[in-house]
């Protein structure tokens, strides 16, 4: 059983930066973890993830740019970097974990979720 467990979410105004965590147990079990987020009303979307092993990393072009994802292999940490934020990345952040040989974007590729990290960046 993999557990995964975000924090860092907060409320920062247009322009700044803000770094989440994700802290998995049982990491053995992934060979990949991404970022989500989901604004109300809006299906959750993928943000970008990256493979443990290869350190091989994937954006959405909404964030590509802005927002860097990186690990610690020996935290078993997974952090999301996002740099000039704006309201529209307004959203709750879900890290999520897949055994997966690559990243994908769809919710179902991922057999693992965090409980999520709310981030609001007003205007």
């Known amino acids: 059983q993999v557990q995964l467990v975000e924090s860092g979410g907060g409320l920062v105004q247009n322009g700044d930066s803000l770094r989440l965590s994700c802290v998995t147990s049982g990491r053995a079990y992934s060979n990949g973890m991404a970022w989500f987020r989901q604004a109300p009303g809006k299906e959750r979307e993928f943000v970008g993830g990256?493979?443990?092993?290869?350190?091989?990393?994937w954006y959405a072009d909404s964030v590509r740019g802005r927002f860097t994802i990186s690990r610690d292999s020996a935290k078993n940490t997974v952090y999301l970097q996002m740099n000039s934020l704006r309201p529209e990345d307004t959203a709750v952040y879900y890290c999520?974990?897949?055994?997966?040989?690559?990243?994908?974007?769809?919710?179902?590729?991922?057999?693992?979720w965090g409980q999520g990290t709310q981030v609001t960046v007003s205007s």
């Open positions: 990256i493979l443990w092993i290869s350190g091989l990393t």
């Open positions: 999520a974990a897949t055994d997966r040989a690559t990243i994908g974007s769809r919710t179902y590729e991922y057999a693992y």
